[in-house]
Each structure stands twice: as C-alpha cells, then as structure tokens.
C-alpha cells in the first residue's frame, strides 16, 4: 500500500508562490507507474482536480491555475511537486496529493490520497 504525504503548505500573500511536495512512501511507491494529480478543497466547496499528471509524462490542468501552477516529480520518482505561483486568495484551501495506478491509461479517478497540506493565500 502506497502512502502520501504533502507539505509545503503555509500562508503567503496574493502574488506569492508556494511549492507544495507529496512522498510516497511503503508499497512499490514509483510514481512513474501512477497516474499523480493534485487537488484541493476551499472550505465550504467542492473538491477540484488542479493538475494531473501521467507516466508518459502528460499533465494537464484546470482553468482556475493554467498557467500559474506546474506539477512535476523528481528522478527518484517518489516525490511529486506542485509548483504555485501568482497566488489568488480564491487558492486559499486544503491541497491533496493522489495517486491512481497506471493500467495503461488514467481514468479519472485516484484511490490513494495524503491528509493534505493548507495553502492560505490572504494580505
């Protein structure tokens, strides 16, 4: 059973950038054999996929974060990054990191997911 754990999380003002990590950890923890993606929850919201990433090294992302957030792993394939930048006080939430394995393709759907990290982006 593969673990997840984020951190980097923390408050910083409008404009800002953050780097959020997730690390995999117990089970055969190779991100390159996972579909990765990250997501988050603002309070009193719905949850929201912000960036995916597939082991043929495919991402993709929300409108609300194209063009300011980039996710990626390391070259040990067991740490993936959410690169935060321009923050906006609407990313204020709690960020997930999940992980789904690669069966030859990613659906959309994850089945192991870390406690989360809180981004809070405010003046």
């Given amino acids: ?8 999380g923390g408050s910083v003002q409008p404009g800002g950038s953050l780097t959020l990590s997730c690390v995999a950890s117990g089970g ?13 929850q603002a309070s009193g919201k719905e949850r929201e996929v912000v960036a995916r990433l597939e082991p043929i090294g495919r991402t993709t ?4 974060v194209k063009d300011r957030f980039t996710i990626s792993k390391d070259n ?22 999940a992980a789904q394995e690669y069966l030859g393709y990613c ?10 990290t809180q981004v809070t982006v405010s003046s």
């Fill in 76 to 97: 040990t394939g067991t740490t993936l990054y959410l690169q935060m930048n321009n923050l906006k006080p609407e990313d204020t939430a709690m960020y997930y990191c």
């Fill in 28 to 40: 055969h923890p190779r991100l390159t054999s996972h579909c990765m993606a990250w997501s988050r």
């Fill in 107 to 116: 659906p959309r759907t994850y089945n192991t997911w870390g406690p989360g």
């Fill in 1 to 8: 059973q593969v673990r997840l754990m984020e951190s980097g």
């Fill in 61 to 64: 992302y929300a409108d609300s």
